[in-house]
């Protein structure tokens, strides 16, 4: 069921303990109990529709999931993992395993006429266009384990009554509009411990997020690649002051993609409504550099210049993230983040939050591999090591 045009998917969501406060923690500095991991999604375009879905198109999803809980650690008392589809007009239609309550043996189910999920016969299916549809296995499920989400753009599945370290399997099936080609997915978890002994600890997970190529749909100049492939990942964040820098940072943007780097940007996915703040923070803390492009409006910004809160908001939204970073763990984000000097620029415009007298910069002569030699080989380089 794993198409030929198709790359495994595979990220992971780390797991905190964090000392219990009321406010959202952007980089949670705790005890790692252990991560949840995702990989080998298989995705089959339901072909052809069941009558009563013109206009769309509909996916049957394998989706894979690990919880790794640590040799010597207490199992938490349960366990989630939430996929949400960060596109418009994208439904769950249906999910398994639904309500458990009691272990289950492997059963085998097909997909009805309204592309529901129901315990196959032997009399087999009166609607699926083919085997795949036909028979759909999923594995033993223990016990406890509750989906919700259905109806909406996401699936979360919560395991209770003792959580089980090891794969789980899932199936989902997605509805999207017919001309969708790819589907940003942000992937989250939790859980929660039995007791905390005291600590005063709460449980916490980063977000992870990556981009599910569709079946059937044409390949892109660049083709979108899972997170965790051993590309590094890089955020860029620049202020969108006039046409021609905004020109040449995707111009950087595409030099970069061309050399191998998995770049996020904000002019990625602009045909879908997002949630642009969980964007932004899952794309700072996720990422393996930052490249920050120096321009007037950027250094303004950091250096407290610019006056009019009204203007520039998303520049000023990542550079407060970015310095709270820094302020937090700098010898860390002091490797991570890359002041970047584009042709025409002056190291002078780089916010002195990013210490460019006294720390590396990147002045680039021109938008060329050659000339970009010395940042690409940072950021082919462990942020971490």
């Excluded at 980063?206 to 955020?235: K, Y």
């Excluded at 700072?284 to 120096?294: E, K, M, N, T, W």
């Excluded at 970015?322 to 584009?342: C, Q």
């Amino acid at each position: 069921m794993l198409s030929s045009t198709e790359k495994p998917m595979a990220g992971s969501v780390p797991l905190f303990l964090d000392v219990f406060v009321r406010s959202v923690e952007m980089a949670p500095d705790g005890i790692a109990i252990g991560l949840i991991r995702f990989s080998g999604w298989q995705l089959h375009r339901i072909d052809p529709l069941p009558a009563g879905f013109a206009g769309h198109a509909a996916y049957l999803v394998r989706v894979n999931y690990e919880f790794d809980v640590p040799p010597g650690e207490m199992p938490p008392a349960w366990a989630e993992v939430q996929f949400e589809f960060d596109a418009a007009d994208v439904m769950v239609v249906d999910a398994i395993p639904r309500t458990v309550s009691a272990a289950e043996p492997p059963r085998t189910y097909e997909l009805t006429g309204q592309l529901n999920f129901v315990r196959r016969t032997d009399g087999g299916s009166c609607w699926a266009a083919d085997a795949s549809e036909a028979n759909i296995a999923l594995p033993a499920v223990g016990p406890e384990v509750t989906c919700s989400g259905l109806g909406g753009a996401r699936a979360r599945w919560r395991h209770s009554g003792g959580v089980h370290a090891g794969t789980h399997t899932a199936w989902l099936v997605l509805l999207a509009p017919a001309d969708c080609t790819e589907l940003p997915v942000l992937a989250g978890g939790a859980y929660n411990l039995t007791e905390d002994g005291g600590l005063v600890l709460r449980a916490s997970g980063q977000p992870d997020a990556f981009t599910v190529r569709l079946p059937g749909a044409p390949e892109p100049d660049v083709p979108a690649m899972p997170a965790g492939d051993g590309r590094p990942r890089v955020f860029v964040s620049y202020a969108q002051e006039s046409p021609a820098h905004k020109k040449a940072v995707m111009k950087l943007c595409r030099l970069l993609r061309r050399t191998g780097v998995d770049v996020r940007v904000d002019q990625d996915g602009l045909e879908r409504r997002r949630n642009w703040d969980a964007w932004t923070t899952t794309q700072l803390l996720r990422s393996d550099y930052v490249i920050v492009v120096a321009s007037p409006v950027y250094k303004a910004v950091g250096d407290g210049e610019l006056t009019d809160g009204t203007r520039h908001r998303g520049v000023r939204s990542e550079y407060d993230r970015l310095a709270d970073l820094m302020h937090r763990e700098r010898e860390l984000w002091t490797r991570k983040v890359l002041p970047v000097v584009l042709p025409g620029r002056s190291p002078d415009e780089i916010p002195l939050t990013f210490l460019p007298a006294i720390s590396d910069h990147y002045i680039l002569s021109a938008i060329t591999a050659d000339a970009a030699a010395d940042l690409l080989k940072v950021l082919f380089t462990d942020p971490a090591a």
